[in-house]
Antibody
Framework: EVQLVESGGDLVQSGRSLRLSCAVSGFTFDDYAMHWVRQSPGKGLEWVSGISWSSGGIGYADSVKGRFTISRDNAKNSLYLQMNNLRPDDTAFYYC????????????????WGQGTLVTVSS | QSVLTQPPSVSAAPGQKATISCSGSSSNIGNNYVSWYQQVPGTAPKLLIYDNNKRPSGIPDRFSGSTSGTSATLGITGLQTGDEADYYCGAWDSSLTAMVFGGGTKLTVL
C-alpha cells in the first residue's frame, strides 16, 4: 500500500524557518518525482515545488523561490522541504504528492497524496 | 487568483448529473492533459481523472472527463450524497513551468 506521511508542521513566527519531511512506503521511492502542494485554510491548491527522482531536476513556484528548498534522500525514502524566511501567507496545509510516471510533461498529475501537515506563520 | 477557472459551486439532486467546468489557456489545458481531484473536507485530495479522461483503478465510471480547446469538464452521473466534496482541475503550464490548479468547485448534492 502506498503511503506518504508528512511531518514537521508547527506554529512559527514570521521570518523563522521550518523543515518539513515526508516519509514514503509501499513503492520504489527513487522511481518517482515528488512534489509539495499547499492549501491555505479554506482555499484552493497551490503547487509549491517538485524534484525529480535523481534530484537533477528541481522547480519552485514564484511565491517561494529563493526561500524554500526541496530535497530528497532516496536511501531514507524521504522528501524534505526547507522553508526559510516564512511569511504569514505561507500558512497552509502542506501535502507531499507523488507525480505519476509519464512519458512527457503533457501528462503531469499526482496519483498519491499524503494527509498533510499544518504550517502556521504568525506575524 | 487561480490560473485555471472553475465555478465556486455546483449543485444537483441525488441521482442526477453534475458537470464542473475548468477554463484555461493554450499554455495549459490547450496543450497539456487535465487531471481532476476530489477533496472531502478535512482529507487529502484524491485523483479522479488523469490524461483528460482516464480513470484510475477503483474510480467508478460515474466519473468522466472531457476537454475541448482550452476548457475541460468533469461529469458525475448518478449523484450520491457521498459525492459532496470540493473538486479541483489541474494541468501542467508550459509557460509558467509549473503545475496549476483551478480554484475548486464545491459540489452539493441536494
Amino acid at each position: 500500500e502506498v503511503q506518504l506521511v508528512e511531518s514537521g508542521g508547527d506554529l512559527v513566527q514570521s521570518g523563522r524557518s521550518l523543515r518539513l519531511s515526508c516519509a514514503v512506503s509501499g513503492f520504489t521511492f527513487d522511481d518517482y518525482a515528488m512534489h509539495w502542494v499547499r492549501q491555505s485554510p479554506g482555499k484552493g491548491l497551490e503547487w509549491v515545488s517538485g524534484i525529480s527522482w535523481s534530484s537533477g531536476g528541481i522547480g519552485y513556484a514564484d511565491s517561494v523561490k529563493g526561500r524554500f528548498t526541496i530535497s530528497r534522500d532516496n536511501a531514507k525514502n524521504s522528501l524534505y522541504l526547507q522553508m526559510n524566511n516564512l511569511r504569514p501567507d505561507d500558512t497552509a496545509f502542506y501535502y507531499c504528492a507523488r507525480r505519476a510516471t509519464t512519458v512527457t510533461l503533457r501528462g503531469f498529475y499526482f496519483d498519491f497524496w499524503g494527509q498533510g501537515t499544518l504550517v502556521t506563520v504568525s506575524s | 487568483q487561480s490560473v485555471l477557472t472553475q465555478p465556486p459551486s455546483v449543485s444537483a439532486a441525488p441521482g442526477q448529473k453534475a458537470t464542473i467546468s475548468c477554463s484555461g489557456s493554450s499554455s495549459n489545458i490547450g496543450n497539456n492533459y487535465v487531471s481532476w481531484y476530489q477533496q472531502v473536507p478535512g482529507t487529502a485530495p484524491k485523483l479522479l481523472i488523469y490524461d483528460n479522461n482516464k480513470r484510475p483503478s477503483g474510480i467508478p465510471d460515474r466519473f468522466s472527463g472531457s476537454t475541448s480547446g482550452t476548457s475541460a469538464t468533469l461529469g458525475i452521473t448518478g449523484l450520491q450524497t457521498g459525492d459532496e466534496a470540493d473538486y479541483y482541475c489541474g494541468a501542467w503550464d508550459s509557460s509558467l513551468t509549473a503545475m496549476v490548479f483551478g480554484g475548486g468547485t464545491k459540489l452539493t448534492v441536494l
